[in-house]
C-alpha cells in the first residue's frame, strides 16, 4: 500500500497497488503498477510516494 500525494499536493489517497516496473515518465522516475482501487495499471511518480507498506499476500 502506499500513501500518494495528488499532483497539486494538497491531498493524499492511499492506493493497494501492485508494481510491475519502474519507469521513466519525462525526466522522473515513477513505477508502473496495477491500482486495486481504479482497476486498471496506472503510473506513479516515485518522488510522490509518502509512504510505502509492504502488504502480506497469501496465495491458495
Known sequence: MIEYYSKD????????????????LGSEWGVAAYCESKEEIRHFYINRIKSIEILENFYN
Do not use: Q
Open 9 to 24: 499536493e494538497k491531498n493524499i489517497s492511499k492506493r493497494i497497488i501492485n508494481p510491475y516496473d519502474l519507469i521513466l
